[in-house]
Protein backbone atom coordinates (compact mmCIF):
# COMPACT_ATOMS: atom_id res chain seq x y z
CA UNK A 1 0.00 0.00 0.00
CA UNK A 2 1.64 3.25 -0.85
CA UNK A 3 2.56 5.44 1.81
CA UNK A 4 0.66 8.79 2.50
CA UNK A 5 2.24 12.37 1.79
CA UNK A 6 2.98 13.74 5.49
CA UNK A 7 1.40 17.29 6.10
CA UNK A 8 2.75 19.82 8.04
CA UNK A 9 -0.21 18.77 10.99
CA UNK A 10 0.76 15.33 11.34
CA UNK A 11 4.36 16.15 11.71
CA UNK A 12 3.19 19.03 13.85
CA UNK A 13 1.41 16.63 16.25
CA UNK A 14 4.74 14.23 16.40
CA UNK A 15 6.75 17.13 17.60
CA UNK A 16 4.25 17.81 20.56
CA UNK A 17 3.85 14.21 21.56
CA UNK A 18 8.30 13.51 21.75
CA UNK A 19 8.28 17.21 23.37
CA UNK A 20 6.43 15.98 26.39
CA UNK A 21 7.96 12.82 26.18
CA UNK A 22 11.72 14.38 26.45
CA UNK A 23 11.15 17.25 29.00
CA UNK A 24 12.41 16.57 32.80
CA UNK A 25 12.12 19.11 34.87
CA UNK A 26 9.25 21.31 32.50
CA UNK A 27 7.20 18.65 33.93
CA UNK A 28 7.72 18.96 37.36
CA UNK A 29 6.96 22.46 38.03
CA UNK A 30 3.81 25.09 38.25
CA UNK A 31 2.61 25.55 34.69
CA UNK A 32 1.08 28.47 33.52
CA UNK A 33 -0.85 28.09 30.90
CA UNK A 34 -2.09 30.37 27.90
CA UNK A 35 -5.81 30.71 29.21
CA UNK A 36 -4.47 32.91 31.93
CA UNK A 37 -3.32 35.22 29.61
CA UNK A 38 -5.89 38.22 27.99
CA UNK A 39 -5.04 37.73 24.39
CA UNK A 40 -7.41 35.61 22.13
CA UNK A 41 -6.49 32.53 20.34
CA UNK A 42 -4.06 34.01 17.65
CA UNK A 43 -1.11 33.42 19.44
CA UNK A 44 1.40 35.18 21.48
CA UNK A 45 4.43 37.21 20.96
CA UNK A 46 7.44 38.05 22.51
CA UNK A 47 7.18 40.79 25.55
CA UNK A 48 3.52 39.19 26.85
CA UNK A 49 3.63 38.84 30.55
CA UNK A 50 1.61 37.17 33.45
CA UNK A 51 0.96 38.49 36.33
CA UNK A 52 1.32 35.83 39.30
CA UNK A 53 0.81 36.72 43.24
CA UNK A 54 2.80 35.99 46.05
CA UNK A 55 1.41 34.69 48.96
CA UNK A 56 0.48 36.84 52.10
CA UNK A 57 1.23 36.14 55.67
CA UNK A 58 -0.32 37.22 59.03
CA UNK A 59 0.35 36.77 62.74
CA UNK A 60 -1.43 35.00 65.23
CA UNK A 61 -4.03 36.88 67.82
CA UNK A 62 -3.12 35.96 71.65
CA UNK A 63 -6.68 36.67 73.07
CA UNK A 64 -10.30 37.07 72.26
CA UNK A 65 -9.79 40.89 70.87
CA UNK A 66 -9.70 41.02 67.75
CA UNK A 67 -6.93 43.01 65.71
CA UNK A 68 -7.40 43.04 61.54
CA UNK A 69 -4.12 42.27 59.63
CA UNK A 70 -3.89 44.43 55.88
CA UNK A 71 -3.82 42.09 53.24
CA UNK A 72 -0.82 42.90 51.33
CA UNK A 73 -0.06 40.89 48.54
CA UNK A 74 2.95 41.01 46.08
CA UNK A 75 3.29 40.11 42.45
CA UNK A 76 5.54 38.86 40.25
CA UNK A 77 5.31 38.46 36.36
CA UNK A 78 6.57 36.19 33.81
CA UNK A 79 7.56 37.41 30.63
CA UNK A 80 7.51 35.65 27.55
CA UNK A 81 10.91 36.20 26.64
CA UNK A 82 12.10 32.84 24.77
CA UNK A 83 11.57 31.92 21.42
CA UNK A 84 13.51 28.72 20.45
CA UNK A 85 13.82 26.63 17.20
CA UNK A 86 14.83 24.35 14.76
CA UNK A 87 15.29 24.43 11.21
CA UNK A 88 15.72 21.87 8.51
CA UNK A 89 14.64 20.35 5.50
CA UNK A 90 12.33 18.26 3.90
CA UNK A 91 12.93 16.62 0.21
CA UNK A 92 9.78 15.45 -1.57
CA UNK A 93 10.68 11.53 -0.61
CA UNK A 94 11.02 12.42 2.87
CA UNK A 95 7.67 13.56 3.08
CA UNK A 96 6.42 10.18 2.14
CA UNK A 97 8.07 8.26 4.25
CA UNK A 98 6.25 6.64 7.05
CA UNK A 99 5.83 9.06 10.55
CA UNK A 100 7.38 6.67 12.27
CA UNK A 101 10.69 6.19 10.21
CA UNK A 102 10.64 10.38 9.43
CA UNK A 103 10.59 10.44 13.15
CA UNK A 104 13.39 8.82 14.42
CA UNK A 105 15.35 10.59 11.70
CA UNK A 106 14.84 13.77 12.20
CA UNK A 107 11.85 15.16 14.29
CA UNK A 108 13.31 13.54 17.50
CA UNK A 109 16.73 14.54 17.13
CA UNK A 110 14.79 18.27 16.38
CA UNK A 111 12.75 17.97 19.34
CA UNK A 112 14.97 16.41 21.56
CA UNK A 113 17.48 19.41 21.60
CA UNK A 114 14.05 21.50 22.32
CA UNK A 115 13.25 19.97 24.98
CA UNK A 116 17.09 20.05 26.55
CA UNK A 117 17.03 23.58 26.16
CA UNK A 118 13.73 24.43 27.96
CA UNK A 119 15.18 22.09 30.77
CA UNK A 120 18.44 24.03 30.77
CA UNK A 121 16.34 27.50 30.88
CA UNK A 122 14.38 25.93 34.08
CA UNK A 123 17.56 24.75 35.63
CA UNK A 124 19.32 28.14 35.18
CA UNK A 125 16.68 29.41 38.12
CA UNK A 126 18.81 27.58 40.83
CA UNK A 127 20.33 31.04 41.04
CA UNK A 128 17.66 32.95 42.33
CA UNK A 129 17.41 29.64 45.41
CA UNK A 130 19.22 31.15 48.31
CA UNK A 131 18.34 28.30 50.93
CA UNK A 132 21.91 25.55 50.35
CA UNK A 133 22.88 22.27 51.80
CA UNK A 134 26.74 21.30 51.27
CA UNK A 135 26.75 17.62 50.22
CA UNK A 136 30.35 16.50 51.75
CA UNK A 137 33.42 15.67 49.29
CA UNK A 138 32.12 12.81 47.37
CA UNK A 139 29.02 13.25 46.57
CA UNK A 140 25.90 11.99 47.20
CA UNK A 141 26.26 8.71 47.30
CA UNK A 142 24.35 7.98 50.97
CA UNK A 143 21.09 8.28 51.97
CA UNK A 144 22.63 10.33 54.57
CA UNK A 145 23.55 12.89 52.36
CA UNK A 146 20.64 12.62 49.86
CA UNK A 147 18.66 13.30 53.01
CA UNK A 148 20.61 17.23 54.16
CA UNK A 149 18.05 18.89 51.27
CA UNK A 150 14.91 16.81 52.52
CA UNK A 151 15.68 17.76 55.85
CA UNK A 152 16.50 21.57 54.90
CA UNK A 153 13.05 21.54 53.32
CA UNK A 154 11.52 20.09 56.61
CA UNK A 155 13.00 22.66 58.56
CA UNK A 156 12.02 25.46 56.27
CA UNK A 157 8.44 24.26 56.08
CA UNK A 158 8.63 24.12 52.37
CA UNK A 159 5.10 21.94 51.82
CA UNK A 160 5.64 17.71 51.79
CA UNK A 161 3.56 17.35 48.49
CA UNK A 162 4.59 17.48 45.29
CA UNK A 163 8.51 17.61 46.24
CA UNK A 164 10.88 16.68 43.14
CA UNK A 165 14.83 16.34 43.11
CA UNK A 166 16.64 16.66 40.17
CA UNK A 167 20.59 15.53 40.82
CA UNK A 168 23.62 16.08 38.22
CA UNK A 169 24.49 11.65 36.29
CA UNK A 170 27.42 11.63 39.04
CA UNK A 171 25.34 11.94 41.78
CA UNK A 172 22.39 10.14 40.47
CA UNK A 173 24.52 7.17 40.42
CA UNK A 174 26.13 7.45 43.38
CA UNK A 175 23.26 7.63 45.21
CA UNK A 176 22.12 4.88 42.74
CA UNK A 177 25.24 2.67 44.06
CA UNK A 178 24.32 2.99 47.77
CA UNK A 179 20.19 2.21 47.26
CA UNK A 180 21.62 -1.71 45.41
CA UNK A 181 23.27 -2.71 49.32
CA UNK A 182 20.02 -2.25 51.02
CA UNK A 183 17.23 -4.79 51.56
CA UNK A 184 14.51 -3.46 49.92
CA UNK A 185 13.54 -5.73 47.82
CA UNK A 186 11.77 -3.47 45.09
CA UNK A 187 13.59 -0.78 46.17
CA UNK A 188 16.65 -2.63 45.37
CA UNK A 189 15.56 -4.05 42.23
CA UNK A 190 14.48 -1.00 40.50
CA UNK A 191 18.30 0.45 41.71
CA UNK A 192 20.10 -2.23 40.10
CA UNK A 193 17.65 -3.34 36.90
CA UNK A 194 16.03 0.09 35.81
CA UNK A 195 18.66 2.75 37.03
CA UNK A 196 16.01 4.16 38.74
CA UNK A 197 15.78 5.75 41.80
CA UNK A 198 11.95 7.21 42.27
CA UNK A 199 10.43 8.43 45.61
CA UNK A 200 13.31 8.62 48.36
CA UNK A 201 12.05 10.21 51.59
CA UNK A 202 8.55 11.31 49.99
CA UNK A 203 11.03 13.43 47.01
CA UNK A 204 10.31 12.06 43.41
CA UNK A 205 14.06 11.82 42.45
CA UNK A 206 14.83 12.22 38.84
CA UNK A 207 18.31 12.92 36.84
CA UNK A 208 19.34 15.42 34.32
CA UNK A 209 22.35 15.91 32.22
CA UNK A 210 20.90 19.77 32.27
CA UNK A 211 21.69 20.15 36.35
CA UNK A 212 24.21 23.18 36.00
CA UNK A 213 27.67 24.11 37.44
CA UNK A 214 28.26 27.52 39.12
CA UNK A 215 31.28 29.45 39.29
CA UNK A 216 31.68 31.68 42.05
CA UNK A 217 33.04 34.98 41.80
CA UNK A 218 36.35 35.87 42.52
CA UNK A 219 35.25 37.96 45.84
CA UNK A 220 38.21 37.56 48.56
CA UNK A 221 39.03 39.16 51.37
CA UNK A 222 36.66 39.89 54.78
CA UNK A 223 33.66 41.25 53.30
CA UNK A 224 31.19 43.76 55.10
CA UNK A 225 27.48 44.79 55.43
CA UNK A 226 28.33 48.96 54.53
CA UNK A 227 24.87 49.50 55.25
CA UNK A 228 22.34 50.22 58.37
CA UNK A 229 20.04 48.13 58.55
CA UNK A 230 17.65 47.63 61.50
CA UNK A 231 14.14 47.05 62.32
CA UNK A 232 12.04 48.81 59.28
CA UNK A 233 14.63 49.25 56.59
CA UNK A 234 12.84 46.94 54.73
CA UNK A 235 9.51 46.59 54.92
CA UNK A 236 7.15 44.16 52.97
CA UNK A 237 5.02 46.67 51.77
CA UNK A 238 8.48 48.37 49.99
CA UNK A 239 9.46 45.16 48.73
CA UNK A 240 6.45 43.26 47.90
CA UNK A 241 6.42 43.92 43.99
CA UNK A 242 10.28 43.66 43.39
CA UNK A 243 12.83 41.31 42.45
CA UNK A 244 15.58 42.18 44.51
CA UNK A 245 16.99 44.56 47.16
CA UNK A 246 20.04 46.58 47.30
CA UNK A 247 22.73 46.50 50.26
CA UNK A 248 26.64 47.30 50.43
CA UNK A 249 29.35 45.57 50.82
CA UNK A 250 32.76 47.07 51.68
CA UNK A 251 35.94 45.25 52.74
CA UNK A 252 36.91 43.84 49.22
CA UNK A 253 39.82 42.64 48.25
CA UNK A 254 40.14 45.53 45.35
CA UNK A 255 39.18 46.18 42.33
CA UNK A 256 39.06 42.71 40.92
CA UNK A 257 37.10 41.01 43.26
CA UNK A 258 33.51 39.86 41.83
CA UNK A 259 30.38 38.35 42.68
CA UNK A 260 28.49 35.99 40.28
CA UNK A 261 24.83 36.07 40.03
CA UNK A 262 23.48 32.75 42.23
CA UNK A 263 26.73 33.15 44.54
CA UNK A 264 24.98 32.71 48.04
CA UNK A 265 26.33 34.23 51.39
CA UNK A 266 25.40 34.60 54.92
CA UNK A 267 25.09 37.55 57.64
CA UNK A 268 27.05 37.30 60.95
CA UNK A 269 24.01 37.18 63.48
CA UNK A 270 21.27 36.46 61.27
CA UNK A 271 19.33 33.98 61.13
CA UNK A 272 16.40 32.63 59.63
CA UNK A 273 12.95 32.02 60.72
CA UNK A 274 10.20 29.50 60.69
CA UNK A 275 7.80 30.57 57.41
CA UNK A 276 4.50 30.18 59.98
CA UNK A 277 5.53 30.65 63.79
CA UNK A 278 8.37 33.16 62.80
CA UNK A 279 10.50 31.40 65.14
CA UNK A 280 14.07 31.54 64.67
CA UNK A 281 15.95 28.35 63.16
CA UNK A 282 19.58 26.95 63.77
CA UNK A 283 21.03 28.14 60.72
CA UNK A 284 21.50 31.48 59.41
CA UNK A 285 19.77 33.18 56.78
CA UNK A 286 20.56 32.66 53.49
CA UNK A 287 20.85 35.35 50.46
CA UNK A 288 21.00 34.98 46.87
CA UNK A 289 23.17 37.33 44.87
CA UNK A 290 20.65 38.69 41.89
CA UNK A 291 22.74 40.21 39.68
CA UNK A 292 26.85 39.67 38.61
CA UNK A 293 28.47 42.63 40.45
CA UNK A 294 32.22 44.45 40.45
CA UNK A 295 34.06 45.98 42.98
CA UNK A 296 34.92 49.56 42.54
CA UNK A 297 37.80 49.84 45.17
CA UNK A 298 37.23 47.70 48.02
CA UNK A 299 33.20 48.27 48.25
CA UNK A 300 30.34 47.73 45.84
CA UNK A 301 26.31 47.56 45.58
CA UNK A 302 24.84 44.34 45.90
CA UNK A 303 21.33 43.19 44.55
CA UNK A 304 19.95 40.27 46.81
CA UNK A 305 17.07 38.00 47.73
CA UNK A 306 14.92 37.51 49.96
CA UNK A 307 14.80 41.03 51.40
CA UNK A 308 16.01 41.11 55.44
CA UNK A 309 12.93 42.45 57.25
CA UNK A 310 13.05 41.70 61.02
CA UNK A 311 9.44 42.08 62.36
CA UNK A 312 6.00 41.69 61.46
CA UNK A 313 3.88 39.33 59.52
CA UNK A 314 6.55 38.81 56.45
CA UNK A 315 9.50 38.44 58.87
CA UNK A 316 12.26 36.88 57.21
CA UNK A 317 14.92 36.94 59.46
CA UNK A 318 15.71 37.21 63.01
CA UNK A 319 18.42 39.29 64.33
CA UNK A 320 21.11 38.14 67.08
CA UNK A 321 21.64 41.60 69.28
CA UNK A 322 24.69 40.16 71.05
CA UNK A 323 26.87 39.77 68.09
CA UNK A 324 26.73 43.25 67.43
CA UNK A 325 23.51 45.16 68.40
CA UNK A 326 20.76 45.59 66.61
CA UNK A 327 22.23 47.02 63.34
CA UNK A 328 23.46 45.34 60.71
CA UNK A 329 25.93 47.26 59.79
CA UNK A 330 29.60 45.71 59.71
CA UNK A 331 28.63 42.93 60.31
CA UNK A 332 31.18 39.67 58.24
CA UNK A 333 29.54 38.58 55.30
CA UNK A 334 30.37 34.86 54.34
CA UNK A 335 30.19 33.16 51.04
CA UNK A 336 28.93 29.65 50.16
CA UNK A 337 32.07 27.98 48.49
CA UNK A 338 35.88 28.87 47.56
CA UNK A 339 36.53 32.10 44.54
CA UNK A 340 36.44 31.02 41.47
CA UNK A 341 35.29 27.18 41.79
CA UNK A 342 32.89 25.24 40.34
CA UNK A 343 30.20 23.89 42.40
CA UNK A 344 27.39 21.59 41.16
CA UNK A 345 24.08 22.63 41.92
CA UNK A 346 21.41 19.67 42.25
CA UNK A 347 17.99 21.09 43.25
CA UNK A 348 15.14 19.96 45.23
CA UNK A 349 11.80 21.65 45.07
CA UNK A 350 8.11 21.81 45.42
CA UNK A 351 6.45 22.05 42.40
CA UNK A 352 5.73 25.52 42.98
CA UNK A 353 9.02 27.07 43.03
CA UNK A 354 9.11 27.50 39.53
CA UNK A 355 7.12 27.89 36.73
CA UNK A 356 7.04 27.37 32.73
CA UNK A 357 4.03 29.10 30.70
CA UNK A 358 4.68 27.59 26.93
CA UNK A 359 2.16 29.24 24.88
CA UNK A 360 0.93 29.25 21.48
CA UNK A 361 3.01 31.27 18.53
CA UNK A 362 1.48 33.66 15.91
CA UNK A 363 0.66 32.06 12.69
CA UNK A 364 2.03 34.79 10.76
CA UNK A 365 0.20 36.64 7.89
CA UNK A 366 1.20 35.00 4.42
CA UNK A 367 2.56 31.77 5.91
CA UNK A 368 0.76 29.36 3.84
CA UNK A 369 0.19 25.66 5.76
CA UNK A 370 0.73 26.61 9.09
CA UNK A 371 0.82 24.33 11.62
CA UNK A 372 -0.15 24.97 15.30
CA UNK A 373 -0.59 22.18 17.85
CA UNK A 374 -1.14 22.48 21.29
CA UNK A 375 -1.68 19.60 24.71
CA UNK A 376 -1.46 20.24 28.55
CA UNK A 377 0.12 23.48 28.34
CA UNK A 378 2.96 22.69 25.72
CA UNK A 379 2.87 24.23 22.41
CA UNK A 380 4.91 24.03 19.02
CA UNK A 381 4.45 25.56 15.37
CA UNK A 382 5.70 24.47 12.54
CA UNK A 383 5.69 26.48 9.33
CA UNK A 384 6.86 25.15 5.69
CA UNK A 385 8.28 27.42 2.83
CA UNK A 386 9.45 26.31 -0.14
CA UNK A 387 12.79 27.75 -1.47
CA UNK A 388 12.13 27.83 -5.25
CA UNK A 389 15.66 29.23 -6.41
CA UNK A 390 17.41 26.05 -5.34
CA UNK A 391 13.87 23.82 -4.85
CA UNK A 392 14.08 22.85 -1.61
CA UNK A 393 11.35 22.57 0.92
CA UNK A 394 12.50 24.05 4.26
CA UNK A 395 10.60 23.48 7.68
CA UNK A 396 10.92 25.91 10.76
CA UNK A 397 9.71 24.28 14.09
CA UNK A 398 9.18 26.71 16.61
CA UNK A 399 7.91 27.19 20.77
CA UNK A 400 7.58 30.40 22.91
CA UNK A 401 7.90 30.52 26.33
CA UNK A 402 8.93 32.51 29.76
CA UNK A 403 9.99 31.01 32.57
CA UNK A 404 10.30 32.16 36.45
CA UNK A 405 11.40 31.29 39.70
CA UNK A 406 8.12 32.30 41.54
CA UNK A 407 8.85 31.52 45.18
CA UNK A 408 12.73 30.69 45.79
CA UNK A 409 11.17 29.36 49.45
CA UNK A 410 10.22 26.53 47.87
CA UNK A 411 13.60 25.33 46.61
CA UNK A 412 16.91 23.78 48.20
CA UNK A 413 20.08 23.48 46.06
CA UNK A 414 22.35 20.67 47.01
CA UNK A 415 26.26 21.57 46.20
CA UNK A 416 29.81 19.80 47.12
CA UNK A 417 31.62 20.60 49.27
CA UNK A 418 34.40 20.34 46.71
CA UNK A 419 33.56 20.39 42.62
CA UNK A 420 35.51 19.97 39.13
Given at each position: ?95 T ?13 A???L ?11 Y ?102 I ?14 Y ?96 T ?30 R ?27 L???K ?16
Open positions: MPNTTLTADIIAAEALDILEGELVMANLVHRAHENEFTKGTNGYSIGDTLTVRRPTDFTVRDGATASAQDVVEGKTTITIDKQKGIDFKFSSADLLKIGELSERVIRPVVQASQVDLDLMALRNVPNHVTIPSGGIDSFADYALAPTRMDTCAIPQDQRHAILSPADHWKMLGSQTALYIQDAAKGAYRNAKLGTIGGVETYMSHNVPVHTTGTRTGTDLVDLSVDGTFTWASVKNAQVTIHIDGMAGAASTLAYGDTFTIAGLYDVHPVTKARLPHLKMFSVMEAATASSNETDVKIWPPIILSGAQKTCDLDTTVDGSDLDNNIVTYQGTASNYTQNLFFHRNAFALCMVPMEKPPGAVDVAKSFKGLSIRLIPYYDGANDVSNWRLDIYGVCIDPRLAVRASLAADI
